[in-house]
């Protein structure tokens, strides 16, 4: 009897010192993970959407994409372009016919040439409607490309674009393995590694965990200083935070604004805050009562104190806004109306005035609804929003949806008042000025002003930089006269760099190739 409860003790203790030291391995399992010395980490706000550069306009896809594939031209770290698979280019003085000269002997990461008829395939390619490509429109101004020679390559353009250079920069004109998609078609994307132009190849993607990039070992330039690339999907800001708290991070391209202060105490250096190429706001339904009618529209622009919503409620130093085209891309600075300087009692009284006009008092007061996407920052606005019409006679509701179904009923038209805003593809005002043309599928208000449409076409035919920018200015000033949108601030970069970082500079585009980027140690 003794031995076996002598037995079963010690068999007792051997099933706690196991259990003791499961518990340990789970333990030191669950700590995190220092990346590797020679990976860079960087955490993006969403998932990659594809790996086909056609088929994307997300920011995280394009990010992902300008690694791996190069166009003509390329951007440098600090957001401005230089040649990239071009080792030139020239234009006629109407700024109508470029030619570009394309780098010899260039070719893709599996050895396959790449010739100026590669960038005839790719625009052909975009254009066609089974592409069904969301950027297509982008390049409208581009009338024909032609290669005359193997290393020459023409363009004819609609109407002068001082942009060209930095659109030939977007990753869906890049060079694209048109050898590979006339085999594949669109499995070309599942080529292990993937058949790239550009500083990296990718070499695997585990969806929802990360894609890894590697150097493309044919690729035209000195090798990338780093040699492989890690993109991970956050999921969201407070989980990106975290992570980057953590060291498993070195670079996250978003943080949650109440954040800053933590960020300025415990880790200085970290948060990189600048001036960005987009802009923030609210979209009217200008289809349907009551935001058909300017004076309602007007009266809620008048009644908004953007500078209080700018300073004490974001605080991270977003410029408030009165129009759509960020001052930055301006010689005339960002839009401005007169009314913007009254003083609050003055503005409501017009405000008062004007809903009046309208029809809309104390005994029938004006009742609508904002949507908005998911984000504590879009719920804060739209409640500033209220508070701010509090001394109107205005009766307002909030309804709170996911991204996507946010976004679905903006294309749909199924929405009064919504929030929306604009990350430019390009440093150019009309890129922020176009969506509101009558036939664009980012009208999201349904806006139909021929004055603006008239003032707009007469910008884009006008070549002399400065000529051109004053009239762009002259168009949005039509446009916000209208007022089929209420403008709240311009954005500014919220990114968070690691002190390993190299190399990262802050710029209106927040465009930072990997390429341009070092690890300390590596």
């Not at 109508?96 to 010899?104: A, G, K, P, Q, T």
């Not at 007169?338 to 503005?347: E, G, I, L, N, V």
């Not at 604009?422 to 969506?435: M, R, V």
């Not at 051109?468 to 916000?480: C, G, K, S, T």
Request: proline residues 7%; contains cysteine.
């Amino acid at each position: 009897m003794l031995s076996r409860q002598v037995s079963t003790a010690i068999g007792l203790l051997v099933l706690c010192l196991c259990a003791l030291a499961l518990a340990g391995c789970s333990r030191q399992q669950a700590q995190p993970q220092a990346p590797p010395d020679d990976v860079l980490i960087r955490l993006s706000d969403d998932e990659v959407k594809s790996l086909d550069p056609q088929k994307v306009s997300d920011l995280t896809s394009l990010r992902v994409a300008m690694d791996q594939f190069e166009g003509l031209t390329r951007y440098r770290g600090d957001g401005t372009v230089e040649p990239g698979l071009a080792a030139g280019w020239s234009h006629d003085p109407q700024g109508l016919i470029w030619r570009f000269v394309l780098r010899r002997g260039l070719r893709f990461s599996d050895g396959a040439p790449i010739t100026a008829e590669t960038f005839v395939a790719v625009l052909e390619r975009l254009r066609r409607g089974v592409t069904a490509s969301p950027t297509a429109g982008l390049f409208d101004v581009i009338e024909s490309m032609d290669a005359p020679e193997s290393h020459v390559l023409t363009l004819k353009l609609r109407h002068p674009f001082p942009a060209l250079t930095e659109l030939l920069a977007h990753p869906a004109i890049a060079a694209l393995p048109m050898h590979r998609i006339a085999e594949a078609g669109d499995r070309w994307t599942e080529d292990r590694p993937l058949v790239t132009s550009g500083p990296y190849r990718l070499q695997s993607w585990a969806l929802h965990d990360r894609i890894l990039l590697e150097r493309n070992p044919n690729w035209h330039d000195a090798p990338a200083p780093i040699p492989a690339i890690e993109w991970k999907p956050a999921g969201d800001k407070q989980s990106a935070f975290r992570q980057f708290r953590a060291g498993q991070a070195h670079i996250v391209s978003d943080f949650p604004s109440e954040r800053l202060d933590w960020l300025n105490r415990r880790m200085p250096g970290a948060a990189q805050i600048s001036a960005y190429r987009g802009s923030y706001y609210f979209v009217f339904n200008t289809r349907r009562p009551p935001f058909d009618d300017r004076r309602v529209r007007l009266a809620l622009n008048l009644a908004v104190e953007r500078e209080a919503i700018t300073d004490r409620l974001l605080a991270v130093g977003n410029p408030p806004a009165w129009g759509v085209v960020p001052a930055g891309l301006s010689r005339q600075g960002g839009h401005r109306p007169d009314w913007s300087f009254w003083p609050r009692q003055k503005r409501l009284s017009e405000a008062r005035r004007l809903l009046g006009e309208a029809g809309y008092g104390a005994d029938r007061p004006l009742r609508f609804e904002i949507r908005f996407n998911s984000d504590s920052d879009h719920r804060r606005v739209a409640l500033a929003l209220l508070d701010n019409w509090r001394d109107l006679p205005v009766e307002v509701r909030l309804l709170n949806t996911e991204a996507t179904l946010h976004f679905a009923s903006l294309r749909n038209g199924d929405f009064e008042l919504a929030r929306s805003g604009w990350i430019g593809d390009l440093s150019a005002p009309e890129n922020f000025l176009s969506i509101y043309r009558g036939d664009s599928p980012l009208n999201y208000p349904g806006y139909r002003g021929a004055a603006f449409e008239r003032l707009l076409e007469q910008a884009l035919a006008i070549s002399d930089p400065r000529q051109r920018d004053a009239a762009m200015a002259q168009a949005e000033a039509a446009l916000m006269e209208d007022a089929p949108v209420l403008p709240v601030h311009y954005y500014v970069t919220k990114n968070l760099v690691g002190p390993r970082v190299t190399g990262w500079r802050n710029n209106l585009a927040n465009v930072h190739p990997s390429r341009t980027l070092g690890l300390k140690g590596s």
